[in-house]
Each structure stands twice: as structure tokens, then as C-alpha cells.
Nanobody, 114 residues
Framework: QVQFVESGGGLVQPGGSLRLSCAVS????????IGWYRQAPGKQRDLVAT???????NYADSVKGRFTISRDNAKNTVYLQMSSLKPEDTAVYYC????????WGQGTQVTVSS
């Protein structure tokens, strides 16, 4: 069974940076497209970045040029490097497999505030 454990969130000032990690259990990590999602209070959960099994990436317009998704297949881990953070980036961040959504992890809280 595939499980996700997100970490790396915290409180950061506007303009700051954070790196999130998503540890993925399961035997077929290398084959998965992985996505980072976020959900702000009272809003729906949105997909913000994806990375395919061969490393192709895609980003939502709201984070393009500021966020970078990457993966380490040896560690079964996907990262989200976030820079130039804005207050509107405040949300709980999750990872999952967009092609077939699986049970969600606990997420990691990112708060951007001065």
C-alpha cells in the first residue's frame, strides 16, 4: 500500500524559502507521477506541482518560477523547494499520485506571515 509522509513545513516571513519533503512507501515509487497539493482554510485542495517518473515537471501558474519540484528515487522522496513565499502560499501541503489518488497523509503546514 502506498503511503505518504510530508514534512518540512513551518512559519516563514514573506520572501522566505522552505523545502518540503514527501516520503513515499511502496515498491513502485520510480514509476509514479507525484504531485504536491495544498489546501488553504476554507478552500479546496489544489494541485500545485507534478513530477513524472522521468522527471518532467509541471506547475500551477500561481507558483511557476517560485517553486521547484524534484525527486530522489534512491530515497523514495519528492521535494518541493519554495522560494519568494507569499502570504497566499499559506496552506497545508500534501503529496499524492495524481493519476490515481490514494489515502492522504497528514500534510505539513506552511504559514507565510510577518
Amino acid at each position: 500500500q502506498v503511503q505518504f509522509v510530508e514534512s518540512g513545513g513551518g512559519l516563514v516571513q514573506p520572501g522566505g524559502s522552505l523545502r518540503l519533503s514527501c516520503a513515499v512507501s511502496g515498491n513502485f515509487f520510480r514509476a509514479y507521477t507525484i504531485g504536491w497539493y495544498r489546501q488553504a482554510p476554507g478552500k479546496q485542495r489544489d494541485l500545485v506541482a507534478t513530477i513524472t517518473s522521468i522527471g518532467r515537471t509541471n506547475y500551477a501558474d500561481s507558483v511557476k518560477g517560485r517553486f521547484t519540484i524534484s525527486r530522489d528515487n534512491a530515497k523514495n522522496t519528492v521535494y518541493l523547494q519554495m522560494s519568494s513565499l507569499k502570504p497566499e502560499d499559506t496552506a497545508v501541503y500534501y503529496c499524492n499520485t495524481p493519476t490515481i489518488l490514494r489515502p492522504w497523509g497528514q500534510g505539513t503546514q506552511v504559514t507565510v506571515s510577518s
